[in-house]
Structures are given as C-alpha cells and as structure tokens.
C-alpha cells in the first residue's frame, strides 16, 4: 500500500478558528485553500479575506512568520468547490449545526477526490452523526479532529473516530498531528466534549460552585486554581471570560442534556451569578465585561484598574488583599508535587478549595475511565495540551500519592471508582512508572503497565535513572541519553547560566572527547532553554566595582562558547521557549541547532546597558564577514545585523530566528515537534559523528573599520533623532558597531577571531562602569522588565 502524503489542505471556514488553522497549517509548511460563504457585490471573497486579514493582524501572531500568509489561498463555496480535487485533506470549520454541516459535505463530496482525508473540528456534535448519507469512501476517510484555540500554542489536536474510519486513516492522523503539525495528538471516544472540555468544563463548574460556598472571591480563586495548582494565571474566571461565558455555559448544558448517565454532570448547580452575567449580556472579552472589568482608570504603576465580580452583591468591586496563608504559601513553594502536598495542609478557605478541587477532579476523572478512554495518558495528555495544565490529573494524584488522593476524594463526599480501590488491593501504589527513560502507565483493564507510546522518540530526561547520570554539578547534569551521545541538562533556576553551567560545559566536552562518545547535546525539558547570564551575579560585580573578577567571568563566558565552536565531537543544541542572551550565544556556537519552532530566540543585552558578550557579537561580524561578495555593496546587511542586536530584536518563533540571524539554514532545523526535539539533536550527533572533524579557529575575518563604523554610528543617531532611542542606547549602539566593525581601522581588513572577542569584552566592561547600565541591571533585578533610561 502506497504511504499517505499530505502536501495541500483545505480549510472550510474563516472564522476565528479556521482562519487561525489555515495560519497555522501554512505555518508549518502546507499550501492551504481557506474557502467560506460567497460575500454580496462585485468582491466575492471579500468575507474570507477579512477575516484572514484579521486572524493575521492578531497578536501574538497566529503565524510562525508573517511571510508564509502567501501559501494561503482563499475562495468561497459556491466558486471554487471544485479546487477541492487538488487538496489532500479537507477540515470543515463551520457553525455548530448538525444539518449545515451535513449540507456542506453533501455539496463537496462530488469535488473531493478519492481517498483525500475529510474531517470535522466540531466540538460538540457527535462525530457519527456527521456522515450520515455520505458515500463509503468518504465514510472511510472521514473523523474528528478537534483543535484548541488558538491552534498555534495550544498543542492539543483530539482525534475521534467513527465507527465506519478506516483504522489506517485514524494512526496516519495520529502521526501526522504530532509530527508535521506539532501537536500532542490523543485518541478519543465519540462521547460528549470528548476528552479534555468534558474533564476541563466540569471542573470549571465545580470551581464557579466552591467559590460561593467557601466565600471566595473570584481574584483569590483564579490565583488558587491558576499557578497554585500549576495552570496558567487565568485560573477559572478569567479563563471563562477568555472563552466567553456564554459558551461556556452552553457546553455545560449540552453536557447534562446529552449525559444522563453522569451524575457529576447531572448534580452541577451554577451560583446565581452566572445567570446575572449571562442576563445583562456580559459574556467576558467579547462583550467588555464578564466576571472581570477592564477600566480607563490607571493604578499608582501606571496599570489599568481591573475590577472583578463580587458574587454577592453581584458588584465589580476592586481586588481587596487577601491574606490566606494558602496563598502566601503557594508563592513559597517552587516545586509543584511539595507545593500541592503542603497547600492540602492549609487550614483556610483556600486550603479546603485545593481539597475539594481535587478531590472533586480526582473522583470525576476515574469515573470516567473507561468511557471517554481506555488510556490514563490520554487524559493527562489533554488536559496538559489543551488547557496547560502543569500536571494532568492522574499525575497530580501520583504528585500527592494515591492513599492522600483517596482521603480528599471522600472528604469532598465522594466515592472512589471501583477500580481505583481495586488498584489499591492489588499492592498498586502509582498510575505511572518509569526505568531507563521508558514511562508505562497503569492499564485499568489488564491491572500492569504498559508502555506510553512513542517513547522512544521523546527523550524525557527526568525519567533517566541515577546511573545514567555521568556528571553533575548543581546547576548542570549530563546525561546519557544512548547511542554514545551525552545530554548536557541545565537546572539552575530559569536555567539562568552562571558559573555552574559554564564549568559544566566545559566539562561535559572533556568527557565527551576524552572518553570517546559520539557528541554533546546540550537540552532540556523545561518550559524555556535558557532566560541567559545570571543577571543577578553580574550586577553584584559591578555594583561592588569587582571588575577583574567580572573581566574574568566574562572570559569564561566567551572561552565557553568557543569551546563549543572548537571541539573535537559534535555538539548540538535543543532549544524551546525563551532562548535569550547567552542562551542564543551557545546556540551560535554549536554545530547546529535543532529548535523547537516555538523558541523565542534573541540576544536581549542591551535592555539591561549591555551588548552581547559571550561571543554574540562576534559572531554576528563573523556572519557578516562570510557574507561579503567582492564588488556587492554590503552595508545594508551590515546595518540589519547591527539593529537586531542594538535593539534587542527576539524571533517571535524559531523560523523568525532565520530572518533575523540567528539561524542558518545551512546547520539549524526547527522542530514542530517539541517533545521530540532532544531525540532530533541526537539523530544529529549521530549523523555528524562519523565524519567530524574538528574547526580551526579563524585567523581571517573581514572587518569593514570606519568605513561601517561611520555609517552604523549614523544610524544610531538616526534611532535618536526619531525617538527610537535614547541617549544610553546611543552609546551602548556604538559599542556594538565598534567591535561588528573591527574598531577604528582606517580600512577594510582582515582580522582574528581572538581580536573580535577582545573588542567585544572591552566594550561590554566598560558598559558595567556605567551608572545607566547599573540602573538597567537592578530596575530588571527588582521588576522584571527593563527600563528605558
């Protein structure tokens, strides 16, 4: 049988969320047909276009880069139908009416040729009324395929079959979501919200019913169920205005209609409030206003005031400082499993909130099982996916261990589902296990564990065992990973690179090179690769005038990166979110780099008064200097590397990296992929291995002297005039021009690699001595943005 291809996918409906799929799909490298109703008058597209327009002048962007808009065409349904033949999956986007939808298929089946994929985004339309009257082939190749919004960030893709698709239609989808889609793609029943709304919106519910009964107010709750409980900040209530509450509400009631069975559902009771918002049309963002308000009045910090509902007096009321020990807590605790056994501790109303929330989400999600699911991990994998959750909620009961999640399941009034105690009978103590980097979960049916599929293409290293681990210190770990190739793991916190890491990797090629393996990948797990230097040790060295000490650390800063460069093994880096100052340095440096597209590449020094100096900045004349083509005019390519760096430009995803230099495509690959990313950068180690050879260091490298220097000068000056910059940020520009330009040689020249380092760490001491800069460091120390001075 000929292996399936999707090149091409069309996309029916521009609304809101097919616009954004159509963005994404072409994101990642799709030709796409977005295609809805014909628009009155002489412009039949001119509904789709607009709604395009719009989706693609969102922020943040719903794009991986603004460039790629070109591979999206649009039409209309009654035009252009029949371009359907040429698209290898069609994705129907429309409104959520059974008999719209089902007149839609009936009108393309005749245009979609045989054997393409068909499938709905439908979210609360059983998916096997959908097919109804439609041909066998289309029955075959059609299912569910539910995406989160917005489908850019939200890695969630849920695929339902029916009962007449193909079994090679639905794993080719599986694979296909995960791996050219980046999304975490979970296999799920036909049954009401399928996975993650039914566990999310039932849990919102519960949330929205202990607030009023514990006397709660909405700010204090979205704290609690937000970052307490490792979710994001819009917790419950801001959550349910983002989404809007009206849908929210609807999903609830299509819930207890079509859910007779569950008597979680049924015993639901939505507080007052809900109908008082939904009465007065205040649904959230959409309609201005929902359990939050946004005001024109500003805070002493220059803030707008945002006022939240109080549920008794139905009033927005501003945020009164609560002074629950629960919450004080929350912020103490760093670690998540720690944090969730103490806040269970508490004794305050937040304390029983936790309690209860979880008790309630551990009853409710293993009364599901088997009816949504077979697989534990499909359910930890929604809700991580599809609503960011830190921890799924069978990992949030091995968190707090099984015999305390039975005690909050009974005190909240519940009753443990049979087989959960029959689990407990049985000696079974975890719904996961791990050894040597394999994760099996527990099998409900069969009582043992099976493996978590496509493991072995997610390296996940804090499954590893203790003696996979060859060195450590303690803000670096160095794995092996296998096939001869070693894993350098950054742990300090925010990875913030400091002394630790730097000694680490220094020492992490030394074993690699001494003890033969095949190469160094140098990659996390963590939510971001790297927020840079450790800020914190920098500023203290320059408050405290220590600048040999300084002129030393950033010795071994620059020494490092070149060590990388210079090795004689292959070394690889695996990025993922904030990739920012030294972080984008290392990667630099590297013989390639394998990043995960949603990594947010930049070098970021000059919001604190300084300029790259762990080799960025040479690098970027190193760049530049290979670049230059006898007899081509090359200044408007030395003033593009200049500004990314003079004004602190981050790529807002991996393919932006490109445009702005911080990629090659010559050695770098972006991974859509985010949990197979390690496992690429050590396919890339291995693939190198063989072959290397170790580089030279470069003794010729073309610098432009004062003929750039001049003009590079002028531009900053140009920034100035504009208002695009500020004094300090003038004298800091001509930093960087100095050392891109090789100093103030009278002309074009070649000169070493060591000599552009040496310019670059003059240029950043001086910088430190600078009272400007001491006030960029701290105001960033203490508030965690920069300062414009």
Same mark, same amino acid.
């Given at each position: 049988m000929m292996k399936r291809k999707i090149t091409s996918i069309a996309v029916l409906g521009s609304g809101l969320m097919g616009s954004a799929l159509a963005a994404h799909f072409a994101g990642c490298g799709f030709e796409v047909l977005l295609l809805d109703l014909a628009s009155e008058g002489p412009d039949r597209n001119k509904g789709v276009n607009e709604s395009l327009r719009r989706c693609l002048t969102s922020k943040p962007s719903n794009i991986y880069s603004k460039k790629f808009a070109s591979r999206i065409k649009t039409g209309n349904f009654e035009d252009d139908l029949q371009q359907l033949r040429k698209y290898d999956w069609i994705l129907e986007v429309i409104i959520e009416k059974l008999e719209i939808k089902k007149d839609l298929y009936e009108k393309i089946e005749p245009y979609r040729k045989t054997g393409s994929l068909i499938s709905s985004n439908t979210s609360g339309i059983p998916i096997n009324l959908l097919t109804e009257g439609r041909s066998e082939d289309f029955k075959k190749h059609f299912c569910g395929t539910h995406f989160f919004n917005p489908p850019r960030y939200l890695r969630l893709l849920e695929v339902i079959p029916t009962h007449d698709t193909d079994p090679e239609v639905t794993r080719f989808m599986m694979s296909f979501g995960a791996e050219f889609l980046g999304k975490q793609t979970v296999l799920c029943k036909d049954t009401p919200a399928f996975i993650a709304n039914r566990i999310g919106v039932v849990s919102m519910s519960k949330a929205f019913e202990l607030t009023q009964r514990l006397g709660l107010s909405v700010q204090v709750v979205d704290k609690l169920s937000g970052p307490a409980l490792g979710r994001p900040k819009s917790g419950t209530f801001r959550l349910t205005d983002i989404v809007g509450l009206d849908t929210a509400v609807m999903v609830i009631r299509d819930l207890q209609k079509n859910c007779p069975e569950d008597k979680h559902v049924q015993q639901l009771n939505l507080p007052g409030c809900i109908d008082f918002l939904l009465q007065n049309k205040w649904f959230g963002d959409k309609s201005g206003k929902g359990f939050y308000e946004k005001t024109n009045r500003k805070d002493d910090k220059g803030k707008p005031v945002?006022?939240?509902?109080?549920?008794?007096?139905?009033?927005?009321?501003?945020?009164?400082?609560?002074? %629950?020990?629960?919450? =004080? $807590?929350?912020?103490?605790?760093?670690?998540?499993?720690k944090r969730l056994r103490a806040l269970i501790q508490c004794n305050d109303a937040g304390g029983e909130f936790i309690r209860q929330t979880l008790g309630f989400l551990l009853a409710y999600t293993a009364d599901r099982i088997p009816e949504i699911t077979e697989n534990l991990y499909a359910v930890d994998d929604a809700m991580k996916n599809g609503y960011a959750w830190e921890l799924g909620p069978f990992e949030y009961w091995d968190a707090i261990g099984l015999e305390m999640g039975l005690e909050l399941i009974r005190a909240s009034g519940e009753t443990p589902s049979n087989w959960v105690v029959q689990m407990q009978s049985n000696g079974v103590k975890s719904f996961y296990q791990h050894s040597d980097g394999m994760l099996t979960c527990y099998n409900p049916v069969s009582g043992k564990y099976d493996p978590v599929p496509d493991v072995e293409?997610?390296?996940?290293?804090?499954? %590893?065992?203790?003696? =996979? $681990?060859?060195?450590?210190?303690?803000?670096l770990k160095l794995w092996d990973i296998g096939e001869g190739v070693l894993c350098a793991e950054f742990c300090s916190k925010y990875n913030a690179i400091g002394e630790g890491i730097l000694n680490g990797l220094n020492e992490s090629v030394r074993i690699a090179e001494e003890q033969q393996w095949q190469g160094l990948v140098i990659g996390n797990n963590a939510p971001n690769f790297t927020v840079g230097a450790n800020l914190m040790l920098i500023g203290m060295l320059a408050f405290q005038q220590e600048y040999d000490q300084l002129d030393m650390a950033v010795r071994l800063f620059q020494n490092t990166s070149m060590r990388l460069r210079y090795s004689s093994i292959p070394v690889i880096a695996v990025t993922q979110g904030y990739v920012f100052g030294g972080g984008t340095e290392f990667l630099m440096h590297c013989d390639g780099a394998v990043c995960a597209a949603e990594s947010y590449i930049g070098l970021v020094e000059v919001g604190v008064g300084l300029i790259p100096g762990g080799g960025g900045t040479k690098e970027f004349a190193m760049r530049f200097a290979d670049e230059i083509r006898e007899g081509e005019v090359m200044i408007p390519q030395l003033i593009q590397k200049f500004r990314t760096i003079a004004t602190a430009s981050v790529a807002t995803s991996a393919f932006e990296a490109y445009d702005l230099g911080y990629l090659s495509a010559q050695r770098d690959v972006v991974s859509l992929d985010l949990k197979a990313a390690?496992?690429?950068?050590?396919?890339?180690?291995?693939?190198?291995?063989p072959h290397y050879i170790r580089p030279l260091q470069r003794t010729e490298v073309m610098v432009l002297g004062r003929s750039g220097l001049g003009t590079l000068q002028a531009a900053a000056h140009t920034m100035y005039r504009g208002g695009y910059a500020s004094e300090h940020d003038v004298k800091i520009a001509n930093k960087i021009a100095y050392v891109l330009c090789g100093g103030d040689l009278s002309a074009p020249q070649m000169v070493s690699e060591q000599y552009l380092l040496d310019l670059e760490r003059e240029a950043f001491l001086s910088l430190c001595t600078e009272p400007k800069t001491m006030e960029r460091i701290q105001f960033m120390l203490e508030n965690n943005k920069p300062l414009r001075n």
């Amino acid at each position: 049988m000929m292996k399936r291809k999707i090149t091409s996918i069309a996309v029916l409906g521009s609304g809101l969320m097919g616009s954004a799929l159509a963005a994404h799909f072409a994101g990642c490298g799709f030709e796409v047909l977005l295609l809805d109703l014909a628009s009155e008058g002489p412009d039949r597209n001119k509904g789709v276009n607009e709604s395009l327009r719009r989706c693609l002048t969102s922020k943040p962007s719903n794009i991986y880069s603004k460039k790629f808009a070109s591979r999206i065409k649009t039409g209309n349904f009654e035009d252009d139908l029949q371009q359907l033949r040429k698209y290898d999956w069609i994705l129907e986007v429309i409104i959520e009416k059974l008999e719209i939808k089902k007149d839609l298929y009936e009108k393309i089946e005749p245009y979609r040729k045989t054997g393409s994929l068909i499938s709905s985004n439908t979210s609360g339309i059983p998916i096997n009324l959908l097919t109804e009257g439609r041909s066998e082939d289309f029955k075959k190749h059609f299912c569910g395929t539910h995406f989160f919004n917005p489908p850019r960030y939200l890695r969630l893709l849920e695929v339902i079959p029916t009962h007449d698709t193909d079994p090679e239609v639905t794993r080719f989808m599986m694979s296909f979501g995960a791996e050219f889609l980046g999304k975490q793609t979970v296999l799920c029943k036909d049954t009401p919200a399928f996975i993650a709304n039914r566990i999310g919106v039932v849990s919102m519910s519960k949330a929205f019913e202990l607030t009023q009964r514990l006397g709660l107010s909405v700010q204090v709750v979205d704290k609690l169920s937000g970052p307490a409980l490792g979710r994001p900040k819009s917790g419950t209530f801001r959550l349910t205005d983002i989404v809007g509450l009206d849908t929210a509400v609807m999903v609830i009631r299509d819930l207890q209609k079509n859910c007779p069975e569950d008597k979680h559902v049924q015993q639901l009771n939505l507080p007052g409030c809900i109908d008082f918002l939904l009465q007065n049309k205040w649904f959230g963002d959409k309609s201005g206003k929902g359990f939050y308000e946004k005001t024109n009045r500003k805070d002493d910090k220059g803030k707008p005031v945002i006022l939240g509902l109080d549920l008794s007096s139905q009033q927005h009321v501003p945020e009164v400082k609560s002074d %629950l020990e629960s919450l =004080k $807590l929350s912020r103490q605790i760093e670690d998540l499993s720690k944090r969730l056994r103490a806040l269970i501790q508490c004794n305050d109303a937040g304390g029983e909130f936790i309690r209860q929330t979880l008790g309630f989400l551990l009853a409710y999600t293993a009364d599901r099982i088997p009816e949504i699911t077979e697989n534990l991990y499909a359910v930890d994998d929604a809700m991580k996916n599809g609503y960011a959750w830190e921890l799924g909620p069978f990992e949030y009961w091995d968190a707090i261990g099984l015999e305390m999640g039975l005690e909050l399941i009974r005190a909240s009034g519940e009753t443990p589902s049979n087989w959960v105690v029959q689990m407990q009978s049985n000696g079974v103590k975890s719904f996961y296990q791990h050894s040597d980097g394999m994760l099996t979960c527990y099998n409900p049916v069969s009582g043992k564990y099976d493996p978590v599929p496509d493991v072995e293409k997610k390296i996940t290293i804090n499954l %590893l065992a203790g003696e =996979k $681990l060859v060195y450590s210190n303690p803000e670096l770990k160095l794995w092996d990973i296998g096939e001869g190739v070693l894993c350098a793991e950054f742990c300090s916190k925010y990875n913030a690179i400091g002394e630790g890491i730097l000694n680490g990797l220094n020492e992490s090629v030394r074993i690699a090179e001494e003890q033969q393996w095949q190469g160094l990948v140098i990659g996390n797990n963590a939510p971001n690769f790297t927020v840079g230097a450790n800020l914190m040790l920098i500023g203290m060295l320059a408050f405290q005038q220590e600048y040999d000490q300084l002129d030393m650390a950033v010795r071994l800063f620059q020494n490092t990166s070149m060590r990388l460069r210079y090795s004689s093994i292959p070394v690889i880096a695996v990025t993922q979110g904030y990739v920012f100052g030294g972080g984008t340095e290392f990667l630099m440096h590297c013989d390639g780099a394998v990043c995960a597209a949603e990594s947010y590449i930049g070098l970021v020094e000059v919001g604190v008064g300084l300029i790259p100096g762990g080799g960025g900045t040479k690098e970027f004349a190193m760049r530049f200097a290979d670049e230059i083509r006898e007899g081509e005019v090359m200044i408007p390519q030395l003033i593009q590397k200049f500004r990314t760096i003079a004004t602190a430009s981050v790529a807002t995803s991996a393919f932006e990296a490109y445009d702005l230099g911080y990629l090659s495509a010559q050695r770098d690959v972006v991974s859509l992929d985010l949990k197979a990313a390690i496992y690429h950068g050590k396919q890339k180690v291995i693939q190198l291995a063989p072959h290397y050879i170790r580089p030279l260091q470069r003794t010729e490298v073309m610098v432009l002297g004062r003929s750039g220097l001049g003009t590079l000068q002028a531009a900053a000056h140009t920034m100035y005039r504009g208002g695009y910059a500020s004094e300090h940020d003038v004298k800091i520009a001509n930093k960087i021009a100095y050392v891109l330009c090789g100093g103030d040689l009278s002309a074009p020249q070649m000169v070493s690699e060591q000599y552009l380092l040496d310019l670059e760490r003059e240029a950043f001491l001086s910088l430190c001595t600078e009272p400007k800069t001491m006030e960029r460091i701290q105001f960033m120390l203490e508030n965690n943005k920069p300062l414009r001075n």
